[in-house]
T-cell receptor, first 112, second 113 residues
Framework: DQQVKQNSPSLSVQEGRISILNCDYT??????FLWYKKYPAEGPTFLIS?????DKNEDGRFTVFLNKSAKHLSLHIVPSQPGDSAVYFC???????????FGAGTTVTVRA | DAGITQSPRHKVTETGTPVTLRCHQT?????MYWYRQDPGHGLRLIHY???????DKGEVSDGYSVSRSKTEDFLLTLESATSSQTSVYFC????????????FGPGTRLTVT
């Protein structure tokens, strides 16, 4: 049973607007969350992360929000650019665990 | 660049044949991982290693074995390939034991006919 869920397989957004990607998790032991970006024919690349002691982490155009009570996190990309078109994976880990659990991914398409 | 190479990058093989994929890192990291990526499933952990000769199963380990005889190489073997093992395989390393981030190689596309 998948413990990390990305319920939107795809998202289309106009260049310059905000992209919002959502992720839900079921395992209450998860306390560290990550987002990865993947282009076709390449490996995933780490984008941004957040610890459960925070509810927001920002890095340039990328902000991750964590709502622990709802077991939900989201990634905001502002403003969206054509180079942001990719597959985005949400991942989670429990404290001191060496493994990551990934969601199924959301394909983002940024329209000019 | 995570200093990870995977070989081969593409392979087509027949059902029932053995296949070995290689992951090579240049930075002597302790933790290495093998994942497979399939549509609708994201990345699923097959096996991982926490040191030379120290390995453990992930969530989709059936039909796969691994070996790590030296720090820099982590091998994934399909003893008898099946069509359900057609996938893209990624190797990853964990650079810092204090951090959770993993860094991925470029992937191997395997087709089992």
């Amino acid at each position: 049973d998948q413990q990390v869920k990305q319920n939107s397989p795809s998202l289309s957004v106009q260049e310059g607007r905000i992209s919002i990607l959502n992720c839900d998790y079921t395992n209450s032991m998860f306390d560290y969350f990550l987002w990865y970006k993947k282009y076709p024919a390449e490996g995933p690349t780490f984008l941004i992360s957040i610890s459960s002691i925070k509810d927001k982490n920002e890095d340039g155009r990328f902000t991750v929000f964590l709502n622990k009570s709802a077991k939900h996190l989201s990634l905001h990309i502002v403003p969206s650019q054509p180079g942001d078109s990719a597959v985005y994976f949400c991942a989670a880990s429990a404290y001191n665990d060496y493994k990551l659990s990934f969601g199924a991914g959301t394909t983002v398409t940024v329209r000019a | 660049d995570a200093g990870i190479t995977q070989s081969p990058r593409h392979k087509v093989t027949e059902t029932g044949t053995p296949v070995t994929l290689r992951c090579h890192q240049t930075e002597n990291h302790r933790y290495m991982y093998w994942y497979r990526q399939d549509p609708g499933h994201g990345l699923r952990l097959i096996h991982y290693s926490y040191g030379v000769k120290d390995t453990d199963k992930g969530e989709v380990s059936d039909g796969y074995s691994v070996s790590r005889s030296k720090t820099e190489d982590f091998l994934l073997t399909l003893e008898s390939a099946t069509s359900s093992q057609t996938s893209v395989y990624f190797c990853a390393i964990r650079r810092d034991e204090k951090d959770y981030e993993q860094y991925f190689g470029p992937g191997t596309r395997l087709t089992v006919t």
